[in-house]
């Protein structure tokens, strides 16, 4: 079934992101903090098959980015790492907002003549407040774009592609 694949897929993660948060313990840079904190939140979200859980974590990630990204917008790498780390973010945000909501459907189709409709309203707010946030996250990765963008206009970056600046550009 579709439900063991996934399972044997995300059970072959794990050696592969234990690893990673081993190595990455003892963060030397804020490369290798980020780089950490990104492997312990995929941990947590294979780990709880994406689940609630799940969203404290990434809440987390976003917190660790927020906090190293100034020492990271030094260079053209950090700049693509930060950016980077934030689409990972909001990937995994969606990817859990849809196991729940994927839950919640079922619930409901379980509950399919059952007055109680406290727990639609709830889950359409916390739905509403999870979309407010993709699209705030969004806001930010194209604003961090348009300052790449005129970093390299000042020479800063010197290895920025012409995608990269195109993709400022459309951002803006």
Known sequence: SVD?????????????????N??????RSASE??????GAVLSTVVGTNFGRVSHSRIDDLYTAIDDVQDALFDSCFGIAF???ARA???????????QR???????????????DE???????VKTWKELQ???????QIQQELQHSAELDAEGRCSTTTPTVAAAAADAA
């Open 33 to 38: 903090f980020l780089l950490g904190r990104m």
């Open 88 to 98: 990972f973010a909001v990937v995994l945000e969606e990817s859990v907002a849809r």
């Open 118 to 124: 406290t727990t639609d309203s709830v889950a359409s």
């Open 101 to 115: 909501e994927e839950g919640d459907e079922c619930r409901r189709d379980d509950a399919i003549g059952s007055d």
């Open 82 to 84: 930060v950016h980077f």
């Open 22 to 27: 081993t190595l990455m313990a003892e963060p």
């Open 133 to 139: 946030q993709l699209q705030h996250d969004r806001l």
């Open 4 to 20: 063991d694949l996934a399972l044997a897929f995300r059970q072959n993660l794990q050696p592969s992101l234990m690893l990673t």
